[in-house]
């Protein structure tokens, strides 16, 4: 079951490390359902959690906006999303989803990530993520990230089991 006490730790932990990293005013969307194992924009980073919390982070990009927040991030004009991009967007689903796992820790949640995926293309299938989960689009101002979460709390006796691997077709 989908779990959306879960919700505000990622949105205030994405919040944070935007305004941080790239000086932008984020502002919150409305939250909608989505079943899909398709992905939705150019970029999209993946992040599972095991421990107290079990399930998948995704965090969905343009590749417009990839380029404005590296070159934020950098403080220089990144115009090809290379390998160094590619790196520091992975790197910032990474930091938002470690700092999501502290405030998930000191309401008594304790989890750890996995290191980050990257998937670029739109409508790649990711055959294990046809199921419900909630998606929250955060306005930079420059283009919106969409971010995906499916996250229950691990039943009793299961919380130090790791996921099945996920694959990307």
């Given at each position: ?56 982070v995704m965090y ?23 390998n160094l991009a ?71 006796g299961n919380q ?10």
């Amino acid at each position: 079951m989908l779990n959306v006490k879960f919700l505000n730790p990622f949105i205030d932990a994405a919040v944070e490390v935007l305004k941080v990293e790239t000086e932008l005013e984020i502002v919150r969307g409305n939250l909608c359902l989505e079943k899909t194992a398709l992905t939705a924009t150019d970029v999209t980073v993946l992040l599972t959690l095991v421990g107290k919390v079990q399930g998948v982070v995704m965090y969905g990009f343009s590749n417009e906006l990839c380029l404005e927040l590296v070159s934020r991030m950098m403080g220089q004009k990144c115009t090809e999303f290379d390998n160094l991009a590619q790196s520091g967007i992975a790197e910032l689903g990474n930091v938002i989803t470690g700092r999501a796992t502290i405030k998930l820790e000191e309401a008594g949640y304790k989890s750890m990530i996995s290191p980050p995926t990257m998937i670029t293309g739109m409508g790649v299938k990711i055959s294990t993520l046809d199921f419900s989960r909630i998606v929250v689009p955060l306005d930079t101002g420059q283009g919106e990230i969409l971010i995906h979460l499916a996250l229950r709390e691990s039943p009793p006796g299961n919380q130090d089991k790791n996921f099945v691997p996920i694959s990307v077709s």
